[in-house]
């Protein structure tokens, strides 16, 4: 039921090595959000955009990934040196924000840090 | 602590039984949604909530925001609704927060 295009499916990298991964949101949909669900099924909030700005972030996105959400072309969430650590499903959700925030997800980019 | 706790964190189900999934908020929760993921990692969508009830075939939803819960009720359980099930509420702010997951396996 969700039209949130999240690539690439799965991504294999390197410890140090950066990772990079793209979310498409949901036609008209002005907030995205970006959250990452560890091998224990817990959910981490990681940033939210509406539009091309930033809303909230916690600290490790600041410190160590790259996000954006350009006009006109697809969100990104970058890891710049990967850690064993960062192994997770990363989850991108888009919302009309305002009153009706229903999130849509994506299918989620998985990543394995070896 | 948890600030969305739900309970139980796993179960199983004889097909065709029903059951209650639960979450306790200590945020002052505006809104909730429920989700159902599926072995591949999808997140499906079967609730959003305000205050109040939703029905959608055999689930049922309730979110009562004075008392900082909301519930979900499967009825008449098939074998396609195994998976985990997530609860997430948000507080005006726009951010989403999860609670751990109900694993449910429904068996023949």
């Known amino acids: 039921n969700s039209k949130v295009i999240q690539t690439p499916r799965y991504l294999v990298k390197g410890q140090g090595q950066k990772a990079k991964m793209r979310c498409i949101p949901e036609k008209g949909h002005p907030v995205v959000f970006w959250y990452q669900q560890n091998k224990n099924n817990e959910f981490k909030f990681l940033i939210n955009?509406?539009?091309?700005?930033?809303?909230?972030q916690i600290d490790m996105t600041e410190k160590r990934f790259s996000a954006e959400c350009p006009s006109n072309s697809p969100c990104s969430l970058e890891i710049q040196s990967s850690e064993a650590g960062d192994s997770a499903l990363y989850l991108c959700?888009?919302?009309?924000?305002?009153?009706?925030?229903?999130?849509?997800f994506g299918a989620g980019t998985r990543l394995s840090v070896l | 602590g948890d600030k969305v706790k739900q309970s139980p964190s796993a179960l199983s189900l004889q097909e065709g039984t029903n059951s209650a999934l639960r979450c306790n908020f200590s945020i002052a929760a505006t809104t909730v949604q429920w989700f159902l993921q599926n072995p591949r990692g999808s997140l499906i969508n079967l609730f959003y909530?305000?205050?109040g009830t939703k029905e959608n075939g055999r689930l049922k939803s309730a979110f009562d925001s004075k008392e900082s819960y909301s519930t979900l009720h499967i009825r008449d359980a098939q074998l396609e609704d195994s998976g985990t099930y997530f609860c997430a509420a948000a507080g005006g702010n726009y951010k989403y927060v999860f609670g751990a997951g109900t694993r449910l396996k429904v068996i023949a």
């Open positions: 909530l305000v205050p």
């Open positions: 959700a888009s919302s009309l924000g305002g009153r009706v925030n229903t999130l849509y």
């Open positions: 955009f509406q539009n091309q700005e930033v809303l909230q």
